[in-house]
């Protein structure tokens, strides 16, 4: 006599060393965005407008110091972590236009 056996395996309890889902989406979306809307690279300032405002840098915007203004983007400094943005991230941009 030949029998199989079809069980169905209950999941795994949650491991409770982790966060919930709940933690980890809200971890997530604590971070604010930075969006990078456009780019001026002349030969005196660099400017650049993030989150809608005007930066140069040294400047801050939403909790992050403006590190560097380039053709390639926009480096923060964001918590002690380095972050570039770039046009190329934002919809509708596809070249970077120099002041010169």
Same mark, same amino acid.
């Given at each position: 006599?030949?029998?199989?056996? !079809?069980? %169905?395996? @209950?999941?795994?309890?949650?491991?409770?060393?982790?966060?919930?889902?709940?933690?980890?989406?809200?971890?997530?979306?604590?971070?604010?965005?930075? #969006?990078?809307?456009?780019?001026?690279?002349?030969?005196?300032?660099?400017?650049?407008?993030? #989150?809608?405002?005007?930066?140069?840098? &040294?400047? @801050?915007?939403?909790?992050? =110091?403006?590190?560097? %203004?380039? !053709? =390639?983007?926009?480096?923060?400094?964001?918590?002690?972590? @380095?972050?570039?943005?770039?046009?190329? @991230?934002?919809? &509708?941009?596809? =070249?970077?236009?120099?002041?010169?």
């Amino acid at each position: 006599m030949l029998c199989s056996w !079809h069980g %169905i395996a @209950e999941p795994l309890p949650a491991d409770p060393t982790r966060p919930s889902v709940a933690a980890q989406l809200s971890a997530v979306s604590d971070k604010p965005a930075y #969006n990078l809307s456009w780019l001026r690279i002349g030969s005196i300032t660099k400017m650049a407008v993030v #989150n809608g405002k005007r930066v140069q840098v &040294g400047d @801050e915007v939403d909790g992050a =110091k403006v590190l560097s %203004i380039a !053709h =390639k983007g926009v480096t923060l400094d964001v918590g002690s972590q @380095e972050q570039l943005i770039s046009l190329a @991230e934002t919809k &509708g941009f596809s =070249k970077v236009k120099s002041g010169k």
